[in-house]
């Protein structure tokens, strides 16, 4: 693991990049954990109900997670996440372009050592 | 996957799988016309010089429909900007909004929503964003739907008043002032069946 000293959990932009978009009035998040280590981390501490609490507010709808373990990816389904979407929606980023950014400035918990 | 030489960019595994990932749904049921496809089976090797061996991807059966996105009209909407500076960027940015806000209520126009973008603060995250102030200076964007294109456009002439008499310290005045309101085309995605589509394809030499 990159970060043994995790007293304070881990920024997931250390740990992991991403790609966000819009599937009409559904955000899609794709994030790829920079290694095997890292992926394991994801699958267990980024769940979907942890997006969901990151986007509440923006995301009304339910959040569904997909795992690709040969790529190292999760990929987020979000309902009812984007005004509308498309010409519909009122936001500036009416396709969710920016929120993979979001998602990875979140901090992911200290890791509970077995 | 690979590019042409001294182009720029990079095909590393990293990159192609931020592409697999892009906008995909459900990666293990991919739907296209010809097959449905199970990207969690897929394969990547990096072999170096921007070049990635993309294989093993498996599919099933496509779908019995096909996808077709119909557009149609369903009403307006409005957009307009105005920039306000330090000191205390934000606040002022919020009040010239509820401004705006009153402003609907006292004419009574036909608005069905309105949403605020303070740019330079949530305009990308909204409710994600973290809180940073002070601000050197914040962006108003105040959009509205409505069914009424001319309750909107009289909702557009509220924004130049702004600048002599709300919160100080705004330029920036969209359409010199008066934005103006735009048709929403919105899409319905549905599904058609196969036996309703005759594929043609005709080659013009």
Redesign the interface.
């Known amino acids: 693991m990159s970060d043994d000293t995790d007293d304070e959990g881990v920024l997931l932009a250390d740990i992991a990049h991403g790609r966000s978009g819009d599937k009409g009035n559904r955000l899609n998040i794709g994030v790829v954990a920079d290694d095997p280590d890292a992926y394991e981390r994801l699958r267990e501490q980024l769940t979907a109900a942890f997006v969901a609490e990151q986007f509440d507010g923006l995301v009304n709808g339910s959040v569904t997670r997909y795992e690709l373990p040969n790529i190292n990816a999760l990929n987020f389904l979000c309902e009812d996440a984007l005004d509308g979407g498309g010409q519909h929606s009122l936001r500036y980023d009416t396709q969710g372009k920016t929120y993979a950014a979001a998602l990875l400035e979140c901090r992911l918990p200290p890791r509970e050592v077995a | 996957m690979t590019k042409p030489p001294d182009t720029g960019g990079a095909v590393t ?2 990159t192609v ?12 049921a991919y739907l296209t016309p010809d097959v449905t496809a199970d ?6 090797e990096d072999l170096g010089d921007d070049a990635v061996r993309v294989h ?1 991807v498996t599919g099933t059966a496509p779908p019995e429909d096909y996808k077709a996105t119909v557009h149609y009209p ?1 009403g307006f ?1 409005l ?1 307009g900007e105005l920039l306000y500076s330090r000191p205390d960027a934000l606040e002022k940015a919020r009040r010239a909004a509820s401004i705006l806000e009153d402003r609907i209520e006292t004419l009574g126009l036909d608005v069905e ?3 605020a ?1 303070y ?1 330079g603060h949530d ?7 973290p809180d940073r102030e002070p601000y050197n200076e914040i962006m108003l ?1 105040f ?3 409505g069914p009424s294109r001319d309750d909107l456009r009289r909702l557009g002439m509220e924004f130049a008043p702004l600048s002599m008499a709300g919160p100080p310290s705004v330029t920036g005045l969209t359409d010199g002032g008066r934005p103006s309101p735009t048709p ?4 319905w ?1 549905t599904l058609v069946s196969r036996d309703a589509i005759q594929p043609e394809v005709t080659v013009h030499e």
């Open positions: 595994t990293e799988s931020e592409q697999l990932v892009y906008e995909i749904g459900d990666p293990s990207f969690t089976s897929v394969r990547l093993g369903n909407k957009a929503e309105t949403h973008d740019i305009g990308a995250h909204g409710p994600a964003a964007r959009a509205a739907r929403i085309i919105d899409t995605p």
